[in-house]
């Protein structure tokens, strides 16, 4: 593989535990069959980086595992998938964070999250001269892990700009809190903001996502995409506001599609192709995700993609 990546994807990394839906939560002492569970990889950076890796892009992550033998079985489930794993480091005395999804039908996922390394992922853990020589830099989680502070993340995303990178961030807001004073440095400099509708009413308060957006933008984000799940996208740039819709799917599982939508997105940027093209894009890979469960198994390749969006169209209309 190319010793300098397209795409620096930084941030959060996971070892995903998920069942396929069953018919209820269980009672306490109950046993509920599942059909199938799976041991996958989760994460904003490792989903967006092995999305990306199936789209024929040029892949590294950035993030931190434990030394037990989920970190291991991440980073060799990363290197199978395509991506460039030598900047992901490993916290010794730290586990590897995990989720438990369950998945019941008809009902949204539950979460059951350890953090573990991810607690101790900072801006130092981005390798500068990588980043130079990369097209662009992506955090996802951003707001959740304690140890990457708005100073740091702002000093590194100038970096990136002035080497001429493009900046893309996503974020997970874990409840409510005072988050808006830590985007003030931040979002002067990020190319692209991708929150979703409920990350983005947390932290601003405003329930519309064009006003969401909007406020994003009065902060220095150039260009800010609102992601609506099953409702579509909103973007707001200096030029443009569009309001995309979503493309028929058979849903299974949700887990992961905001992360495939950031792929998508970002895959469009690397093609420099118009905005509108780039939401397409997005949008397939998004829908593409919760055709199976985990966050990756579903997502299209770029050949899919390609027939994907030959065969459908998107609604998108200017607002």
Known sequence: MNKHPDVLCAGIIVADHVCTPIDHLPAAG??????????????????????????????????????????????????????????????????????LIVNVRGQDRRFIHSFGANAEFGAVDIPLERLKQ???????????????????????????????????????????????????????????????????QLITGESDPLRQAER??????????????????????????????????????????????????IYGLLQGIETEDCLRVASALGASCVRAIGTTPGVFTRAECETFLRQHTLKIERL
């Open 216 to 265: 994003f933008r009065a902060l220095g984000a150039h260009t800010v995409v609102i992601t609506m799940g099953g409702d579509g996208s909103v973007l707001v740039s200096e030029r443009l506001r569009l309001r995309a819709g979503v493309y028929p799917i058979e849903f299974v599982d949700g887990s992961g599609g905001g992360d495939a939508f950031d792929a998508g997105y």
């Open 30 to 99: 109950e046993l509920v069959m599942a059909d199938h569970f799976l041991l996958t990889i989760g994460g904003c950076a490792a989903n967006a980086a092995v999305d990306l890796a199936k789209m024929g892009v040029n892949a590294a992550v950035v993030g931190r595992v434990g030394g037990d033998i989920f970190g291991r079985i991440v980073a060799d489930l990363l290197k199978e998938s395509g991506v460039e794993v030598s900047s992901l480091q490993v916290s010794p005395k730290a586990e590897t964070s995990q989720t």
């Open 134 to 200: 990369s097209k662009i830099l992506y955090v996802g989680g951003y707001l959740v892990m304690p140890g990457l502070r708005d100073e740091g993340l702002a000093q590194v995303f100038a970096v990136a700009r002035e080497a001429g990178v493009k900046t893309v961030l996503d974020l997970v807001t874990p409840g409510p809190g005072d988050y808006l004073p830590r985007l003030e440095q931040v979002l002067p400099h990020v190319d692209v903001f991708l929150p979703n509708n409920h990350e983005a």
